[in-house]
């Protein structure tokens, strides 16, 4: 992905606070005995402004990785951001199960 | 499991046009592995000819501020997108180290097990367990298609506070997490025993987070 000047990243909810709130407006309280199994939403909250900004600032309309997360975020917006976790005993017992292996 | 029938892309109701699935760290996608590379996966389909685009006001608003602050967005997003065709699915995964994998690939009837093994558009990112991933989102469309009137997943999601302002900072609306497993656990399964053992039918109840064994069970309903 094409870098962002990260002052346009740090001023974002400042100068597009809708944008800002669409995007990072939501996340998702975990039992206390799961947190640890899952990444930082953070992470995952600063990803979508980066491809909305680097959509808006840097198209590459040809390139299917940044035109996948692109689409993704304009249909999950539709939404809310629908998020379902894989929980960790399942994720324990996926391969063994076949769930995605057969 | 799921994708081992011959259920077709004619058999999965989207939920929602797109949604996102939390990976956990202990999630092996291969029998190599220890820990799962991905933190989530990204899921979405584009219906043939449906008009893809950002909201109206979200894109005022974007481009509003984008033009304060000196820069110059390019009208590429004000276009939108469509897919004239066939409808399109695409995938997106993030790894731990921030690399993508993704894939795109036509949305139209064909077998499941067929999908998921289909090569991806040539300039897709790929990653070494895309296609397990893949099989993986398609089994979960499945269940959710299976349990799409379920109260879980028409309630949605509850909401525990909503986003507010503390001094400058904003505060984040604050929901409650939803676990596929919270689906499985509500089911009851029924062991069928062997013609030479028929008999009294035993029944057990999946507890925890498992997906219970395949072989020899039928799961039934409440």
Not at chain 2, 36 to 53: S, T, W
Request: charged residues 25%; hydrophobic residues 40%.
């Amino acid at each position: 992905m094409p870098e962002i000047d990260s002052r346009i990243l740090d001023q974002f909810q400042r100068a597009c606070p809708a944008a800002y709130r669409a995007l990072a407006g939501r996340k998702f309280l975990l039992p206390n005995r799961c947190q640890a199994s899952y990444s930082s939403q953070d992470v995952a909250l600063h990803r979508r402004q980066l491809v909305l900004l680097v959509s808006t600032l840097s198209p590459k309309e040809d390139s299917i990785p940044l035109r996948s997360e692109l689409i993704n975020l304009v249909q999950s917006l539709r939404c809310e951001f629908p998020t379902t976790l894989f929980g960790p005993g399942l994720g324990r017992d996926a391969l063994a199960h076949g769930f995605y292996d057969r | 499991m799921l994708l081992r029938t011959d259920f077709t892309t004619d058999d999965v109701h989207w939920p929602w046009p797109g949604l996102r699935i939390m990976l956990p760290k202990e999630l092996a996608l291969n029998a190599d592995s220890e820990s799962c590379p991905l933190q989530y996966v990204d899921v979405c389909v584009a219906a043939q000819g449906e008009p893809i685009r950002f909201p109206q006001e979200l894109l005022d608003d974007l481009f509003g501020g984008l033009a304060k602050i000196g820069c110059t967005p390019n009208p590429y997003l004000l276009r939108g997108f469509t897919h004239p065709e066939a409808g399109e699915c695409y995938g997106c995964a993030l790894s731990y180290s921030l690399e993508t994998a993704t894939w795109a690939n036509r949305w139209e009837t064909r077998r499941l097990q067929e999908l998921a093994r289909t090569e991806t558009a040539p300039d897709s990112s790929e990653h070494a367990n895309v296609e397990s991933v893949r099989k993986l989102v398609l089994n979960v469309l499945l269940l959710l298609t299976h349990y799409e009137l379920d109260p879980i997943l028409v309630e949605g999601t509850p909401l525990i506070r909503r986003a507010k302002m503390k001094g400058r900072h904003f505060l984040a609306e604050l929901a409650r997490a939803r676990f596929l497993s919270e689906l499985l656990r509500k089911k009851a399964f029924r062991r069928v025993k062997p013609v030479s053992e028929a008999g009294e039918e035993e029944i057990g109840s999946i507890s925890g987070e498992s997906v219970g064994e395949s072989t020899g069970i039928k799961r039934r309903s409440h």
